[in-house]
Structures are given as structure tokens and as C-alpha cells.
């Protein structure tokens, strides 16, 4: 320090302004890279990480309108679904909740549906206090989902439930995080669509304007919601389709609840590019992505998409 505070004294005026203000500078870089490794909120967008069977992210954010920026640098397609928790509950049950689930899927691996339904009858009351409040849709390694929700405050669960080659979910794997969503607002503002997605149980899947190349941005209206066969609401999951894609066996691998449901590996000649998951009725959300020229689906994680209008294939110009 006083070898530093000598050659300050011998610095001209200017020269010192302009030695202040380099040192000020790389202050606030320094400070910014390390706000970008420990994940913080960066470009208004809360940085979300999938190494493995991981979700690398804030404990705490605002309520109100969040953009989750979400990297999946894992080798396998996963999701995420934000579960808003009741009051009591935290991460430590939802590891409960996901071995309870897990036992209902090993009967059915085993060719035992009907005991599994006994399984699955015995999960615990609160399970039906759940409100699943969006999330990402599908999404495939080396793939970025960007996902805009609107989050009251409460204490939630991201989770997912794609399974791995053994039939194990991959929240069972431990990849579930818990997070807090705290009583102060965000300040966000939804964005503006260029695509406005309306799904329902009556209708399925609709959409209101020609969908192009570059970059988009999609809402999702929910404009009703059910529980389907599989426990869950509709969504939509957004995929590119390539030369050998198979629209049959998408189709069925988006039912968790079969033997082959969700589980790795996933259809061959499909890219999963997000969308949003499971929201409550009259909820909407958004997500962003850069479409280039080729065919498309969007389609809802249900059993039988297709007979339920919610699988729509499009082809980009």
C-alpha cells in the first residue's frame, strides 16, 4: 500500500482521473464475471444450468414476471416444471413425492399397470395441493430454452421427470431444486408475441399468425386445464423435425406413464426447443427461439396428442 500511495502522489491530476477510472472499470468487470459464474440474474433473465441431473440456479427470486434462460449442457433431453409447493412442504418432500412415483413406475416397467395404479392411489393428500406453474418444455442437449412465466410468491419445486435407459426418473436422480419466490415484484413486464399459442382441452393446440424464420416469440394461453390420464396437465413442447422423424413414436414417447414414456433414448430425427409446461387455467407464458427454414410440431405431453388436437405440424420458410 504505501508503495502504491508514493506513485499516486508523483501522478499529474489528469493521469490520476484516468488511473481511477481504468481501476473503476475493471471493478465492475470483475464484479460482473462473477456474477455470471455464480448464476446470478444476468440481462434480466435468471440463468438456469443442466450439467448432469442438476438445475444450477438461484434459491430466491421475485414474484411476478421471470425470464429463465436455461442451458442444457447435460448428453440427455430434459424439462422443467416449477411446482408451487404447499405451505410446509419443501424439496426434502418432493424427493419423498418422486421415490412414491418411482414405485408406481417400476410396477409398470413390470407389466403390472393395475398394481400400479394401487401404487400411484397411495401418494400423499397435499400431492393434489400442487398448482404446476409452468416451466420449460422439452428440451435437447446443447440446447437453450428461453421461458417467461408469471410466478406468485410461495415455495417451489423445479423438477424433472424424463426417465433415464433404466426407467429411473431423473428427479428420483436428485434433480429437483428448491425456490423460495419471494412477496417483492420483479418489475418485469411480459414481451410482446409475435405468436399467440391458445391451448385447451376442447380444442387442443391453435395458433393465430404464420410462423417464420429468425427469431420468435411465442405465448402460450392456457386457456382451460385437466388432469390427464398421466396426472398432469397439457402443455406445449415445441420440436423440430428432421428427414427420419416419426411422428407415431413422438407421440408415444410423450406419455411418462408407458414403459418407453420419456425415457432415454428419445426419438430419433426430433430436437426438443422448449415451449411452456404445465400451467393453471387462464395462466400464460412465453418463450423465445430462433427458427431456421424446415418442418415443426408443436405438441402437448399427454397421452394421445393426436386424437386430442394437440399435436400440429408446420413447416417454416
Known amino acids: 500500500m504505501k508503495i502504491i500511495k508514493f506513485h499516486i502522489q508523483k501522478i499529474a491530476p489528469n493521469l490520476l482521473?484516468?488511473?481511477?477510472?481504468?481501476?473503476?472499470?475493471?471493478?465492475?468487470?470483475?464484479?460482473?464475471?462473477s456474477k455470471q459464474e455464480n448464476n446470478v440474474q444476468i440481462d434480466n433473465s435468471i440463468v438456469v444450468i443442466t450439467q448432469a441431473m442438476d438445475f444450477q440456479t438461484l434459491d430466491t427470486i421475485s414474484s411476478g414476471w421471470n425470464t429463465f434462460k436455461w442451458s442444457n449442457n447435460s448428453p440427455e433431453v430434459h424439462l422443467f416444471l416449477l411446482d408451487k409447493y404447499p405451505v410446509g412442504k419443501d424439496v426434502s418432500d418432493a424427493i419423498k413425492l418422486a421415490a412414491d412415483f418411482q414405485k408406481g413406475m417400476d410396477l409398470i416397467n413390470e407389466g403390472k399397470p393395475d398394481e400400479a395404479n394401487v401404487e400411484f392411489g397411495k401418494l400423499p393428500e397435499w400431492f393434489g395441493e400442487i398448482i404446476f406453474s409452468g416451466g420449460s418444455g422439452l428440451l435437447s442437449p446443447k440446447e437453450t430454452s428461453i421461458t417467461t412465466l408469471h410466478l406468485k410468491p410461495g415455495y417451489y419445486v423445479m423438477e424433472c421427470y424424463v426417465k433415464m435407459a433404466n426407467g429411473v426418473f431423473h428427479g428420483t436422480m436428485g434433480m429437483v431444486k428448491g425456490i423460495v419466490v419471494t412477496d417483492e415484484n420483479s418489475g418485469n413486464s411480459a414481451p410482446l408475441a409475435s405468436v399467440n399459442i391458445v391451448v385447451s382441452s376442447e380444442n387442443g393446440i391453435t395458433y393465430d399468425n404464420t410462423i417464420k424464420s429468425g427469431e420468435q416469440i411465442l405465448s402460450v394461453t392456457f386457456k382451460d386445464q385437466i388432469v390427464h390420464e398421466h396426472f398432469?396437465?397439457?402443455?406445449v413442447n415445441l420440436v423440430k423435425l428432421n428427414e427420419n422423424a416419426n411422428l407415431e413414436e413422438l407421440e408415444s414417447w410423450m406419455n411418462w406413464a408407458t414403459p418407453t414414456g420419456l425415457r432415454t433414448p428419445s426419438p430419433k430425427g426430433i430436437t426438443f426447443l422448449g415451449g411452456v409446461n404445465d400451467s393453471p387455467a387462464g395462466s400464460v407464458g412465453y418463450f423465445k427461439v430462433t427458427l431456421t427454414p424446415g418442418d415443426y410440431a408443436f405438441i402437448s405431453e399427454v397421452p394421445n396428442?393426436?386424437?386430442?388436437?394437440?399435436?400440429?405440424?408446420?413447416t417454416v420458410q
Do not use: P, Q, R
Not at 17 to 33: E, T
Open 232 to 235: 398432469l396437465g397439457h402443455d
Open 17 to 33: 482521473l484516468l488511473f481511477i477510472s481504468i481501476l473503476l472499470v475493471l471493478f465492475y468487470s470483475c464484479k460482473k464475471d
Open 305 to 314: 396428442a393426436s386424437s386430442k388436437k394437440m399435436l400440429k405440424t408446420f
